[in-house]
């Protein structure tokens, strides 16, 4: 399962609502893919459409989709939002990454 905190869920729902989709009903797809400097990196987007392969849960009221070879790494991540100055904008803290790198946008196990 992957937790999505307030902060996230508020970006979430001006993001998708400027994209055409809606909170209530759409979904945040999120996933990993090959590449990036640490081995992995992550994928967010969003979605009005589940596929068979799909895992569906809820998270603070945001449904997500997650292929289930990307659920392998996901597992017990929270999605969280940083804004501001410094802020890089959606953080994934993954529990299962032994190793991130700079920008956290990858990372390894």
């Known amino acids: 399962m992957i937790s999505v905190s307030e ?3 508020s970006k ?6 400027e994209e055409g989709f ?3 009903k759409d979904y945040v797809r999120v996933g990993v893919k090959s590449g990036g400097c640490s081995g992995l990196s ?3 987007k969003f979605d009005d459409k ?3 392969t799909d895992k569906v849960f809820e998270a603070n009221d945001v449904k997500i989709a997650v292929d289930k070879k990307s659920l392998l790494y996901l597992v017990g991540t929270t999605l ?10 959606f953080v994934f803290n993954n529990p299962n990454a032994q190793r991130t790198c700079g920008c ?3 990372f390894s196990l």
């Open 80 to 89: 969280e939002f940083s804004g501001g100055l410094n802020g890089k904008g």
């Open 104 to 106: 956290g946008e990858s």
């Open 7 to 9: 902060t996230a869920k």
């Open 12 to 17: 979430l729902a001006i993001l998708m609502s």
């Open 22 to 24: 809606a909170i209530e």
């Open 50 to 52: 589940t596929v068979e």
């Open 42 to 44: 992550y994928e967010l």
